[in-house]
Protein backbone atom coordinates (compact mmCIF):
# COMPACT_ATOMS: atom_id res chain seq x y z
CA UNK A 1 0.00 0.00 0.00
CA UNK A 2 1.24 3.41 -1.01
CA UNK A 3 2.01 5.88 1.80
CA UNK A 4 -0.96 9.17 1.55
CA UNK A 5 0.75 12.16 0.82
CA UNK A 6 -0.15 15.06 3.03
CA UNK A 7 -2.56 17.64 1.24
CA UNK A 8 -0.40 20.66 1.40
CA UNK A 9 1.67 18.61 -1.15
CA UNK A 10 -0.94 17.51 -3.22
CA UNK A 11 -3.51 20.07 -3.38
CA UNK A 12 -0.65 23.12 -5.05
CA UNK A 13 0.76 19.90 -6.88
CA UNK A 14 -2.60 19.80 -8.99
CA UNK A 15 -3.14 23.14 -9.29
CA UNK A 16 0.02 23.76 -10.40
CA UNK A 17 -0.71 21.12 -13.56
CA UNK A 18 -3.90 22.74 -14.03
CA UNK A 19 -2.46 25.73 -14.40
CA UNK A 20 0.02 24.19 -17.26
CA UNK A 21 -2.36 22.52 -18.94
CA UNK A 22 -4.37 26.32 -19.25
CA UNK A 23 -0.82 27.63 -20.31
CA UNK A 24 -0.13 25.02 -22.89
CA UNK A 25 -3.53 24.31 -24.28
CA UNK A 26 -5.54 27.29 -24.28
CA UNK A 27 -2.63 29.74 -24.12
CA UNK A 28 -4.07 31.37 -21.25
CA UNK A 29 -0.89 32.90 -19.78
CA UNK A 30 -1.84 36.86 -19.42
CA UNK A 31 -2.07 38.47 -15.99
CA UNK A 32 -5.38 39.72 -16.94
CA UNK A 33 -6.75 36.04 -16.95
CA UNK A 34 -5.22 35.10 -13.65
CA UNK A 35 -7.05 37.91 -11.79
CA UNK A 36 -10.31 37.67 -13.45
CA UNK A 37 -13.44 36.24 -11.41
CA UNK A 38 -14.26 33.74 -12.91
CA UNK A 39 -10.27 32.32 -12.68
CA UNK A 40 -10.34 32.67 -9.23
CA UNK A 41 -13.72 31.52 -8.58
CA UNK A 42 -12.74 27.89 -10.50
CA UNK A 43 -9.42 27.82 -8.43
CA UNK A 44 -11.32 28.24 -5.02
CA UNK A 45 -13.77 25.79 -6.36
CA UNK A 46 -10.60 23.11 -7.10
CA UNK A 47 -9.10 23.39 -4.19
CA UNK A 48 -12.34 22.72 -1.92
CA UNK A 49 -12.92 19.58 -4.00
CA UNK A 50 -8.94 18.86 -3.70
CA UNK A 51 -9.46 18.79 0.04
CA UNK A 52 -12.51 16.95 0.08
CA UNK A 53 -10.91 14.13 -1.78
CA UNK A 54 -8.23 14.15 0.53
CA UNK A 55 -10.23 13.66 3.07
CA UNK A 56 -12.18 10.96 0.51
CA UNK A 57 -8.38 9.65 0.01
CA UNK A 58 -7.49 9.41 3.88
CA UNK A 59 -10.59 7.83 4.97
CA UNK A 60 -9.70 4.57 2.69
CA UNK A 61 -6.68 4.66 3.68
CA UNK A 62 -7.39 3.87 7.35
CA UNK A 63 -10.32 1.70 6.46
CA UNK A 64 -7.95 -0.57 4.38
CA UNK A 65 -5.55 -0.67 7.58
CA UNK A 66 -8.34 -2.37 9.57
CA UNK A 67 -8.51 -5.43 6.69
CA UNK A 68 -4.31 -5.92 7.11
CA UNK A 69 -2.93 -8.36 8.79
CA UNK A 70 -0.53 -7.36 11.88
CA UNK A 71 2.65 -8.32 9.89
CA UNK A 72 1.47 -5.79 7.07
CA UNK A 73 0.58 -2.96 9.40
CA UNK A 74 3.54 -2.79 11.13
CA UNK A 75 5.96 -2.91 7.66
CA UNK A 76 3.29 0.11 6.69
CA UNK A 77 4.23 2.01 9.80
CA UNK A 78 7.87 1.24 9.29
CA UNK A 79 7.93 2.99 5.92
CA UNK A 80 5.69 5.77 6.88
CA UNK A 81 8.80 6.52 9.69
CA UNK A 82 9.23 10.30 10.45
CA UNK A 83 7.24 12.98 8.43
CA UNK A 84 6.69 13.57 5.02
CA UNK A 85 10.13 15.19 3.93
CA UNK A 86 11.97 12.16 5.75
CA UNK A 87 10.10 9.63 3.50
CA UNK A 88 10.46 11.96 0.05
CA UNK A 89 14.08 12.08 0.62
CA UNK A 90 14.23 8.34 0.72
CA UNK A 91 12.05 8.06 -2.03
CA UNK A 92 14.24 9.78 -3.74
CA UNK A 93 17.77 8.60 -2.49
CA UNK A 94 16.98 5.02 -1.16
CA UNK A 95 17.68 4.07 2.52
CA UNK A 96 21.01 3.44 2.87
CA UNK A 97 20.68 0.94 5.48
CA UNK A 98 19.56 -1.51 2.62
CA UNK A 99 21.27 0.69 -0.40
CA UNK A 100 24.01 -2.58 -0.33
CA UNK A 101 21.55 -5.39 0.63
CA UNK A 102 21.81 -8.23 -1.91
CA UNK A 103 23.25 -6.14 -4.46
CA UNK A 104 24.81 -8.12 -7.42
CA UNK A 105 28.41 -8.03 -7.03
CA UNK A 106 30.48 -7.96 -10.94
CA UNK A 107 33.73 -9.03 -10.91
CA UNK A 108 36.03 -7.95 -13.57
CA UNK A 109 39.10 -10.17 -12.68
CA UNK A 110 41.91 -8.76 -14.73
CA UNK A 111 42.07 -5.63 -12.63
CA UNK A 112 40.85 -6.79 -9.10
CA UNK A 113 37.95 -4.10 -9.75
CA UNK A 114 34.95 -5.18 -7.52
CA UNK A 115 31.74 -3.37 -8.68
CA UNK A 116 28.08 -3.08 -7.23
CA UNK A 117 25.16 -3.46 -9.59
CA UNK A 118 23.55 -1.03 -8.18
CA UNK A 119 20.17 0.27 -8.95
CA UNK A 120 19.62 3.74 -10.72
CA UNK A 121 19.09 6.22 -8.12
CA UNK A 122 15.05 7.30 -7.75
CA UNK A 123 15.28 10.82 -8.47
CA UNK A 124 17.44 9.72 -11.50
CA UNK A 125 14.67 7.35 -12.77
CA UNK A 126 11.91 10.22 -11.99
CA UNK A 127 13.96 12.48 -13.67
CA UNK A 128 14.45 11.01 -16.95
CA UNK A 129 10.48 10.15 -16.81
CA UNK A 130 9.52 13.76 -16.53
CA UNK A 131 11.68 14.67 -19.31
CA UNK A 132 9.81 12.14 -21.55
CA UNK A 133 6.73 13.30 -20.45
CA UNK A 134 7.63 17.04 -21.19
CA UNK A 135 8.89 16.21 -24.26
CA UNK A 136 5.69 14.81 -25.77
CA UNK A 137 3.65 17.92 -24.54
CA UNK A 138 6.49 20.13 -26.30
CA UNK A 139 6.51 18.18 -29.53
CA UNK A 140 2.68 17.67 -29.65
CA UNK A 141 1.58 21.18 -28.71
CA UNK A 142 4.46 22.48 -30.93
CA UNK A 143 3.11 20.49 -34.18
CA UNK A 144 -0.48 21.44 -33.64
CA UNK A 145 -0.83 24.13 -31.11
CA UNK A 146 0.75 27.64 -31.77
CA UNK A 147 2.15 27.08 -27.90
CA UNK A 148 6.23 27.54 -28.94
CA UNK A 149 5.79 28.51 -32.43
CA UNK A 150 8.71 31.37 -32.67
CA UNK A 151 6.34 32.82 -36.01
CA UNK A 152 3.56 32.70 -33.26
CA UNK A 153 5.35 34.37 -30.39
CA UNK A 154 6.75 36.99 -32.95
CA UNK A 155 3.52 38.01 -34.16
CA UNK A 156 2.14 38.02 -30.27
CA UNK A 157 5.40 39.80 -29.11
CA UNK A 158 5.18 42.33 -32.40
CA UNK A 159 1.65 42.95 -31.24
CA UNK A 160 2.18 44.05 -28.02
CA UNK A 161 4.92 46.19 -28.97
CA UNK A 162 2.44 48.42 -31.28
CA UNK A 163 0.14 48.53 -28.41
CA UNK A 164 3.36 50.11 -26.11
CA UNK A 165 3.96 52.70 -28.75
CA UNK A 166 0.14 53.87 -28.79
CA UNK A 167 0.48 54.10 -24.98
CA UNK A 168 3.58 55.98 -25.17
CA UNK A 169 1.97 58.27 -27.75
CA UNK A 170 -1.05 59.06 -25.99
CA UNK A 171 1.04 59.71 -23.27
CA UNK A 172 3.70 61.75 -25.14
CA UNK A 173 2.38 63.97 -27.62
CA UNK A 174 4.31 64.24 -30.88
CA UNK A 175 6.88 66.95 -31.56
CA UNK A 176 4.93 69.43 -34.25
CA UNK A 177 6.77 72.40 -36.17
CA UNK A 178 5.25 74.62 -33.59
CA UNK A 179 6.95 73.25 -30.54
CA UNK A 180 10.11 71.80 -32.63
CA UNK A 181 13.86 73.06 -31.50
CA UNK A 182 17.09 71.95 -31.94
CA UNK A 183 17.83 69.86 -29.47
CA UNK A 184 21.43 68.75 -29.15
CA UNK A 185 20.84 65.64 -27.20
CA UNK A 186 18.98 63.69 -30.19
CA UNK A 187 22.03 64.15 -32.29
CA UNK A 188 23.05 60.96 -31.74
CA UNK A 189 19.36 59.28 -32.07
CA UNK A 190 18.41 61.30 -35.18
CA UNK A 191 22.00 60.17 -37.22
CA UNK A 192 20.90 56.69 -36.52
CA UNK A 193 17.51 57.14 -37.64
CA UNK A 194 18.85 59.61 -40.85
CA UNK A 195 21.13 56.58 -41.84
CA UNK A 196 17.83 54.63 -41.83
CA UNK A 197 15.72 56.52 -43.63
CA UNK A 198 17.55 59.16 -45.36
CA UNK A 199 21.16 58.60 -46.08
CA UNK A 200 19.98 56.33 -49.62
CA UNK A 201 19.35 59.98 -50.96
CA UNK A 202 21.16 61.95 -49.12
CA UNK A 203 24.30 60.09 -47.52
CA UNK A 204 24.82 59.08 -44.22
CA UNK A 205 26.97 62.19 -43.67
CA UNK A 206 25.01 64.43 -45.18
CA UNK A 207 26.81 65.32 -48.64
CA UNK A 208 24.26 64.47 -51.46
CA UNK A 209 23.64 61.64 -53.93
CA UNK A 210 20.10 61.40 -55.27
CA UNK A 211 19.18 64.41 -53.24
CA UNK A 212 21.12 67.08 -52.36
CA UNK A 213 23.82 68.12 -50.08
CA UNK A 214 22.52 69.10 -47.03
CA UNK A 215 25.80 70.27 -45.11
CA UNK A 216 25.90 73.44 -47.85
CA UNK A 217 23.97 76.63 -47.44
CA UNK A 218 21.53 75.95 -50.60
CA UNK A 219 18.47 75.59 -49.90
CA UNK A 220 15.80 74.25 -53.24
CA UNK A 221 12.94 74.56 -50.28
CA UNK A 222 13.00 77.72 -48.00
CA UNK A 223 9.69 77.49 -46.30
CA UNK A 224 10.05 78.80 -42.40
CA UNK A 225 12.70 81.63 -41.18
CA UNK A 226 14.30 79.60 -38.59
CA UNK A 227 16.62 76.95 -40.21
CA UNK A 228 15.90 74.16 -37.94
CA UNK A 229 12.33 74.60 -38.57
CA UNK A 230 12.34 74.61 -41.99
CA UNK A 231 14.33 71.33 -41.71
CA UNK A 232 11.47 70.09 -39.77
CA UNK A 233 8.74 71.25 -41.96
CA UNK A 234 10.35 69.67 -45.03
CA UNK A 235 10.59 66.42 -43.61
CA UNK A 236 7.18 66.90 -42.71
CA UNK A 237 5.60 68.31 -45.79
CA UNK A 238 7.91 66.63 -48.43
CA UNK A 239 9.32 68.72 -51.05
CA UNK A 240 6.64 70.55 -53.79
CA UNK A 241 9.85 71.19 -56.17
CA UNK A 242 10.75 67.60 -55.74
CA UNK A 243 8.35 65.03 -55.51
CA UNK A 244 10.91 62.73 -54.40
CA UNK A 245 11.12 63.96 -50.87
CA UNK A 246 7.93 62.79 -50.11
CA UNK A 247 5.96 64.00 -46.99
CA UNK A 248 7.13 61.55 -44.08
CA UNK A 249 5.76 63.12 -41.38
CA UNK A 250 2.16 64.01 -42.94
CA UNK A 251 1.84 60.99 -44.27
CA UNK A 252 2.56 59.04 -40.51
CA UNK A 253 5.50 57.28 -42.52
CA UNK A 254 7.90 58.43 -39.72
CA UNK A 255 6.63 60.53 -36.31
CA UNK A 256 7.11 63.32 -34.90
CA UNK A 257 9.07 62.99 -32.23
CA UNK A 258 11.38 60.67 -34.94
CA UNK A 259 11.11 63.98 -37.33
CA UNK A 260 12.31 65.78 -34.42
CA UNK A 261 15.49 63.87 -34.11
CA UNK A 262 16.58 63.94 -37.51
CA UNK A 263 15.88 67.56 -37.72
CA UNK A 264 18.81 67.98 -34.63
CA UNK A 265 21.11 65.48 -36.92
CA UNK A 266 20.40 67.45 -39.80
CA UNK A 267 20.49 70.84 -38.62
CA UNK A 268 23.76 69.77 -36.29
CA UNK A 269 25.86 68.72 -39.66
CA UNK A 270 24.63 71.93 -41.49
CA UNK A 271 25.78 74.45 -38.98
CA UNK A 272 29.11 73.20 -37.86
CA UNK A 273 32.64 74.14 -39.42
CA UNK A 274 33.84 70.38 -40.65
CA UNK A 275 32.07 69.54 -43.76
CA UNK A 276 32.22 66.64 -46.32
CA UNK A 277 35.57 66.02 -48.16
CA UNK A 278 33.60 65.03 -50.84
CA UNK A 279 29.90 66.52 -51.37
CA UNK A 280 27.15 67.24 -54.30
CA UNK A 281 26.97 70.40 -56.27
CA UNK A 282 25.02 73.29 -54.76
CA UNK A 283 21.33 73.13 -56.15
CA UNK A 284 18.72 75.28 -55.14
CA UNK A 285 18.99 79.18 -53.57
CA UNK A 286 21.66 80.23 -50.82
CA UNK A 287 20.77 81.86 -47.74
CA UNK A 288 22.97 84.00 -45.77
CA UNK A 289 20.49 84.58 -42.63
CA UNK A 290 17.62 82.80 -42.29
CA UNK A 291 16.23 85.62 -39.90
CA UNK A 292 15.77 87.76 -43.08
CA UNK A 293 13.52 85.63 -45.23
Known amino acids: MRSKIPSFIIIPFFLSVIIFILYIFFGIDHR ?15 TILLFILDSINNLIYRRKLKFLTEEERRKIFEEDEGNYFYRFYKFLFHDSKKMNQGVKKIDHGFDGILELDNKLPMWWVHLFYTTIFFSAIYFFSYLFMDFSN ?25 VTIENAF ?10 ALF ?27 IIEKDLFK ?22 GEIKGNDIHKISSYVYFINIQSKKPIKYKAP ?10 I
Open 283 to 292: QGKKNMDWNK
Open 150 to 174: PYKEYEIAYKNQLREIDIFEKKKPQ
Open 32 to 46: SYIVNPITIFFFIII
Open 182 to 191: FNPKFIDSGK
Open 230 to 251: NIFSIIWYGSKNNPTMRAFGQS
Open 195 to 221: EENCSTCHQSDGSGNIGPNLTDDYWIN
